[in-house]
């Protein structure tokens, strides 16, 4: 199976920006429903954000409005722009397979990226 891993994280303050990216280790994903999950220190994953084959994208409430999700597929990466980012933003981000919002159970493992956020 193709394998994906997220990169991109770091320590921002609150109000700045980071852009995570997903790259498959193949030519292409598995499966062409992307999604960005992220999980905190003793809370739930969560689906965040999805991007689908054509480009319809889902965000959760809290992040609707300050994160973009696109794709690019001749690169076989998803990315997600974080812009004016809050202290709750931080946590481990994965990303998994996700049609709409509809999450993978289980999707929070493998290579996640940190993401930590300051005041």
């Known amino acids: 199976a193709v394998q994906v891993a997220a990169s991109g994280g770091g320590s921002v303050e609150a109000g700045g920006s980071l852009r995570l990216s997903c790259t498959a280790s193949?030519?292409?994903?598995?499966?062409?429903?992307m999604g960005w999950y992220r999980q905190a220190p003793g809370k739930a994953c969560d689906l965040i954000s999805s991007?689908?084959?054509?480009?319809?994208?889902y965000y959760t409430a809290s992040v609707r409005g300050r994160f973009t999700i696109s794709r690019d597929d001749a690169k076989a990466t998803v990315y997600l722009q974080m812009n004016n980012m809050e202290l709750e933003d931080a946590a481990m981000y994965y990303c998994?397979?996700?049609?709409?919002?509809?999450?993978?159970?289980?999707?929070?493992w493998g290579q996640g990226t940190r993401v930590t956020v300051s005041s």
């Open positions: 998994a397979p996700a049609a709409g919002l509809f999450s993978t159970p289980g999707a929070c």
């Open positions: 193949g030519s292409r994903f598995d499966d062409p429903n």
């Open positions: 991007i689908s084959r054509d480009g319809d994208t």
